[in-house]
């Protein structure tokens, strides 16, 4: 079960999410997201979606915060909020409801957007019966 989040991080991850959205490279979908993922550290890392001319190149906002997160050193994910400047707010994709599960398989996933709706959830109820790293061994 994902443990509570102070309100006072919960705004910092917030800020940095739609921050990074504003820097999102989306010329093709023009569709922007900006994520923020809390580290086990308390460190909070961000990232945006960056599209390719070949789309399969192409990265989601979500993943590319869990890896600057990793870069940073970190080994395990608390949190992500995902932000995108919609009306409707927007869950994350499968492949990173997959990529955070390796680091975060009970963390708390927050979607908002410029509208009311929000989802706040867990991993484990976007991806019930996920497999990961234990799934190797």
């Known amino acids: 079960m994902s443990l509570p989040i102070p309100a006072t991080v919960m705004n910092e991850l917030e800020s940095a999410a739609r921050a990074a959205a504003s820097r999102a490279y989306a010329p093709y979908s023009r569709f922007r997201v900006g994520a923020a993922v809390l ?26 915060a869990v890896f600057s997160a990793v870069n940073g050193g970190e080994r395990a994910i608390t949190a992500v909020v995902i932000y995108t400047p919609t009306q409707t707010v927007t869950a994350p994709c499968g492949a990173c409801r997959q990529g955070i599960r390796e680091f975060g398989p009970d963390a708390r996933i927050v979607s908002i ?24 061994k």
Request: net charge negative.
């Open 39 to 64: 580290g086990a550290s308390g460190k909070i890392y961000s990232g945006c979606n960056v599209e390719n001319a070949s789309y399969g190149l192409a990265i989601c906002g979500e993943r590319n």
């Open 113 to 136: 957007c410029d509208g009311e709706d929000r989802i706040d959830t867990t991993l484990a109820a976007l991806l019930p019966g996920s497999f990961g790293p234990e799934n190797l």
